[in-house]
């Protein structure tokens, strides 16, 4: 499976929200994966309940217990769909895996220039 970094974006907006169930027109597998890499990620805290499934164990399901202080971070750097657009066409233009650490550097660095730091 992919990491989709649209869902990844919807999901923490959403937790920021307390709003933990499903965005609605997505499969519940794929949102259970992502929210696998956002506790990974050490952007969110919650447990991640696994089945069993040909050849492996996937996740399932999730309690949503609290977004961390880097969650808020994240959040507070993407909320806005113009500067979300622009990070995502400047990887793309650069060809370059975008990871979290990545994007927020990216956009840490936007803003200390923005603020003529």
Same mark, same amino acid.
């Given at each position: #499976? ?31 994966? *992502? ?15 696994? !089945? ?19 969650? *808020? ?16 066409? *400047? ?5 370059? !895996? ?5 994007? #927020? ?7 200390? !220039?923005?603020?003529?730091?």
């Amino acid at each position: #499976m992919t990491r989709d970094m649209d869902l990844i974006r919807l999901l923490m907006q959403r937790f920021v929200q307390d709003k933990p169930d499903c965005p609605e027109g997505y499969d519940k597998l794929i949102v259970a994966y *992502h929210v696998q890499l956002l506790v990974e990620a050490g952007l969110i805290e919650a447990q991640v309940i696994k !089945a069993p499934s040909p050849g492996k164990i996937k996740p399932v399901e999730w309690i949503f217990q609290r977004v961390t202080w880097d969650g *808020h971070d994240f959040v507070s750097h993407v909320t806005e769909d113009t500067v979300w657009n622009r990070t995502k066409d *400047h990887f793309r233009k650069q060809s370059v !895996a975008w990871t979290i650490d990545l994007i #927020m550097e990216f956009l840490k660095a936007r803003a200390r !220039a923005n603020l003529g730091l």
